[in-house]
């Protein structure tokens, strides 16, 4: 019951065409191996050997995919048990389970906590139009979470805005690959694009 139809994959790197497992129904709402390959297309060479940040990790697949490019770790935070459970599994099959850390909980418990560590890239792929992404990023932009030339990038659906103020952080650009739109957002500070 856990595992669905097995459309996800690695789709570069070290574990490329390694298949993934899904869970059935409607809970999660995988990234199109389309957008992934665009974002990773986009980012470049920015993922090798960084620190990633995944909430609303659901499968972990865009994490997965990061480590698969080079990235040395990651910290993977799903509130739900079954996609917990996947993203478990999916690190086992590809045997990066030493790189990753993965947390049982939501978005905002994580943010609230103590945070002693900074990341460089960070996905924030919540569930569409529910205002998610603004609460989180109410959240992100009091602490300082990403790098200095880190990169959050963030799928929303795309008839959607992000409204929050992002005080130290600015939009650089926005992509939108048919339902989703994809913002890639840095410090101010950081003259360099993405």
Known sequence: MLAGENKMRIISGDSKGRRLKTLKGNLTRPT?????????NIIGNKVIDCKVLDLFAGTGSLSLEALSRGATEAVLVE??????EIVKDNTQ??????KVRIYNMDAFSFLKQPLLERYDLIFIDPPYRQGLTDRVLALIKGII??????????????????TEDLGFLEVRFTKQY???KVWFIQQREQQEEV
């Open 178 to 180: 048919g339902d989703t």
């Open 93 to 98: 099959m590809l045997g990066v389970q030493e």
């Open 79 to 84: 509130k739900d048990r079954k996609a917990w």
């Open 32 to 40: 199109s191996d389309k957008v992934k390959g665009a974002i990773f």
């Open 145 to 162: 979470i990403l790098n200095p030339d880190g990169v959050m990038i963030i799928e929303t659906a795309s008839d959607e805005e992000i």
